[in-house]
């Protein structure tokens, strides 16, 4: 089998015009290193900002596209041990993951249950950390508390949905079309509704009322806003995307009259700044419910390396319900 690899060395608008797939050729095994056969990566909203130019860390170019994935160890350096060939392993952020295979120093790979969903699997880096932290890092919440989220049908807004409910905490979901609805609520969502300029009055009916401290706001543009209208006085309204590519727009009076607070969440941010023991305790619950089947995302389909910029496209469309995967080879 040919290998690849999905490289760009400019970025534009249109992210699948930017990105091709290329031949690999992989240096000799060194010392501390290991050769991996990918299995498969996602594509997620910060991979397509990074090929678009707008993403808050951009490599440098030419560059490989990719930063989570899975995938089986095919051969070992010298030197390396607790690691076998054949063992299914997750792979460190940042990688250049949309690859038919990649050379890693060894120590930097995660050892992965068999016999998990290794799909499931290869979006366990990105997503669930970001909505288990969007959860924990910004209001105390108990079970029965209330939180409101908007692209509620994304990637991270499933997670959210199911460890809210492991948790014991109520979710009001806003998703953008009628066709997501029944999804959400399926994984477990309290509320969905779709969202609009009236959102403030429904969701106050749906929920009787309830006091919401926690918005969490993927879109930006004015569904901020809107998100904003929904909280108690005193809320914590937090950005972590700009779906709608525009500036988060919230009312002044929102700040001024009641108390409302606007932060933001970028996962490199936690990892730089979180404790060595702190992203062990994370990952290791995550791990555990992702291989068990406890979390689970939904996937539209799945794409090799080679056929990388239909799957840019893809992921890049609207209407979609569920993820876009590269895999590492046409079988």
């Not at 015009?17 to 000799?28: M, N, Q, Y």
């Not at 998100?227 to 937090?238: I, N, S």
């Not at 291989?291 to 794409?303: D, E, F, W």
Request: one cysteine or more; aromatic letters at 4%.
């Amino acid at each position: 089998m040919t290998m690849l690899e999905a490289q760009y060395d400019h970025r534009g608008p249109v992210p699948q015009d930017v990105i091709r797939a290329v031949p690999l050729e992989l240096p000799p095994l060194a010392a501390g290193q290991a050769l991996v056969a990918m299995r498969a990566s996602p594509i997620n909203p910060s991979d397509l900002l990074t090929l678009t130019g707008d993403y808050g860390r951009l490599p440098p170019l030419p560059a490989i596209g990719g930063n989570e994935g899975v995938g089986r160890i095919s051969a070992l350096g010298e030197g390396v041990s607790g690691l076998s060939v054949g063992q299914l392993v997750l792979l460190p952020i940042g990688a250049g993951t949309w690859v038919t295979h990649l050379v890693v120093e060894a120590r930097r790979l995660v050892p992965l249950p068999e016999g998990a969903d290794p799909l499931q699997l290869a979006m366990l880096t990105v997503n669930p950390p970001t909505a288990s932290l969007l959860l924990s890092e910004f209001v105390p919440l108990a079970a029965g508390d209330w939180v409101i989220q908007n692209v509620a049908n994304s990637g991270v807004g499933g997670y959210l949905v199911q460890l809210a409910k492991r948790r014991g905490i109520r979710t009001v979901n806003l998703v953008r079309r009628e066709a997501s609805v029944a999804a959400l609520r399926a994984d477990g969502g309290d509320v969905v509704l779709v969202d609009g300029d009236d959102i403030a009055q429904r969701v106050k009916e749906a929920t009787g009322g309830a006091s919401i401290r926690l918005g969490i706001d993927a879109a930006g543009g004015a569904a901020t806003d809107r998100l904003a209208q929904c909280l108690a006085e005193g809320g914590t309204l937090v950005n972590y995307g700009m779906m709608s590519g525009e500036p988060c727009q919230v009312s002044p009076s929102a700040f001024v009259f009641r108390d409302l607070t606007l932060k933001g969440f970028w996962l490199a941010r936690w990892f730089r700044d979180a404790s060595r023991d702190a992203q062990r305790a994370l990952y290791s619950e995550l791990t555990r419910l992702v291989a068990s089947g406890v979390l689970h995302a939904r996937i539209q389909a799945t794409y090799p390396v080679e056929r990388i910029r239909e799957a840019v496209a893809a992921a890049h469309a609207g209407g979609r319900d569920g993820k876009i995967l590269v895999t590492g080879s046409a079988a």
